[in-house]
């Protein structure tokens, strides 16, 4: 009877805990586009792009302390073979991401945002139990939760049935989400433990009845995918009635809401630079979009206040009726992540096409390509030091789709190798330049010196 009553309440839970918050976007191990994944810089992006909750993995070290990764070995986001499970906690936090920061474990994760309560984590336990019978990881994950007081934030996903039955008896209250590949996966055995289901977008697209018949169940529906910027798969999802999306792209999730729920204006608060070469014009009002005689400058900082979409583009307020285009002003990039590129040249790589876009973004690609042979100046940056993008004649450029061209004296290679390394371009067409010296001119005595040196040699 008890346990009746506790999945009555659990039902209960999945009927308010997303209904009031809509379309649900979760950034999917962060904003891994942009940064590392799993790192802390990856989850504050996508808290900052608009996701509503980050997913993370985890799994336990030798020793029982349980760690935020997806992969059983750490080697293709640390550059280190080293097997999770076989490795203690002591040695697995010196690792380091291409960003600097350390492997890190969920009570770190949860010390680092336990003063922040507007983020929210899905958290995915990394486990077959039909390999492995303990339900060590679980028990910790639960103890972690109550510990940081986190279950008001936390939800919990897995491929396991039977890890998730297992946090449904020692955590009855819990938000529980069961993912899916295949149909098969659903039967009557394993929805009565689940507040939702995480369905692969391919099942979705091939079954779309499939959201309809959950929803009558009482089940929120996510989706999730190898997510591109796809629009045709963006609308076609936004328009099924799911209740959220797990995507590598959480500032596109957060456009897509924003348009579902007819949202013009929404809250940023952050700061940022114009890295533009020349001074651009500002509006008043970006619907009408008539410039001022108020302009911004090269290298000016900016506190963004407000985005606001109107004419299907973005425009940032920067101060008291002044507005200007997003694409001009960056959130994430620093001075010293683009001041070894800012005085380069590009020119496409030989036998690759170079797209331009409108916009600093996956979704505004153009039919226009760069052409080859040709040099062009850098006239301004955006995106994220892994991702960033180039402001050219054409339009908008990907970094990782060009070379740089230009000389690089001791200044820029200084400021290039002091960047951690996801910032370092190796895209480059010439290298270090060493100043050619002029000869010093010798007196008539320094050149009797040497002569008589070079006739001492030969005698």
Excluded: C
Excluded at 93 to 109: K, P, R
Excluded at 260 to 268: F, L, S
Aim: glycine share 4%; proline share 4%; charged share 20%.
């Amino acid at each position: 009877m008890k346990r009746k009553s506790h999945l009555i309440k659990a039902l209960f839970f999945s009927l308010i805990f997303l209904t009031t918050t809509g379309f649900t976007v979760v950034g999917h191990r962060g904003d891994p586009t942009k940064y590392p994944e799993e790192t802390i810089q990856s989850d504050d992006s996508a808290f900052n792009s608009g996701a509503d909750y980050v997913e993370l993995d985890l799994q336990l070290s030798a020793d029982g302390e349980l760690v935020v990764s997806h992969d059983d070995d750490l080697f293709r986001v640390t550059h280190t073979h080293a097997i999770v499970s076989q490795n203690t906690w002591r040695a697995l936090s010196q690792l380091t991401y291409d960003n600097g920061e350390h492997v890190i474990s969920l009570a770190e994760l949860f010390e680092h945002y336990r003063k922040r309560p507007e983020t929210k984590f899905i958290l995915e336990t990394k486990i077959d139990h039909s390999l492995n019978p303990s339900y060590e990881l679980e028990d910790k994950i639960a103890a972690t939760i109550k510990e940081y007081h986190m279950e008001k934030r936390v939800m919990i996903h897995s491929f396991s049935a039977a890890s998730l039955f297992h946090f449904r008896e020692i955590m009855p209250d819990a938000y529980l989400i069961l993912i899916i590949g295949s149909l098969k996966r659903i039967n009557f055995s394993n929805l009565p433990q689940v507040n939702a289901v995480n369905v692969s977008s391919d099942v979705i697209l091939n079954h779309s009845w499939l959201i309809h018949w959950l929803h009558l169940l009482n089940k929120q529906v996510f989706v999730w995918t190898e997510m591109d910027e796809s629009p045709e798969l963006w609308h076609w999802l936004i328009n099924k009635n799911i209740d959220g999306v797990v995507t590598n792209f959480p500032s596109t999730g957060f456009k897509y809401k924003l348009a579902k729920e007819g949202t013009k204006k929404y809250d940023i608060h952050r700061k940022g630079t114009y890295f533009g070469t020349v001074k651009t014009a500002t509006m008043m009002n970006p619907y009408v979009r008539i410039k001022q005689k108020h302009y911004v400058y090269p290298g000016q900082k900016l506190e963004v206040t407000y985005g606001v979409r109107a004419h299907n583009q973005l425009y940032y307020q920067v101060g008291n009726q002044t507005f200007i285009s997003a694409e001009f002003v960056n959130l994430d990039l620093k001075p010293q992540d683009v001041a070894p590129y800012q005085d380069k040249q590009v020119i496409a790589k030989p036998g690759r096409e170079v797209t331009i876009y409108r916009y600093p973004e996956n979704q505004a690609k153009t039919n226009k390509k760069m052409p080859i042979n040709r040099l062009y100046s850098i006239q301004n940056f955006n995106g994220s030091p892994k991702s960033m993008w180039l402001h050219t004649s054409l339009g908008w450029i990907k970094a990782k789709d060009i070379l740089f061209y230009g000389f690089f004296d001791a200044s820029s290679w200084k400021n290039y190798n002091q960047l951690p390394r996801m910032n370092r371009y190796s895209n480059i067409a010439l290298t270090q330049y060493l100043s050619l010296q002029a000869p010093k001119e010798q007196s008539f005595t320094q050149k009797i010196k040497v002569t008589s040196q070079i006739i001492t040699r030969t005698n």
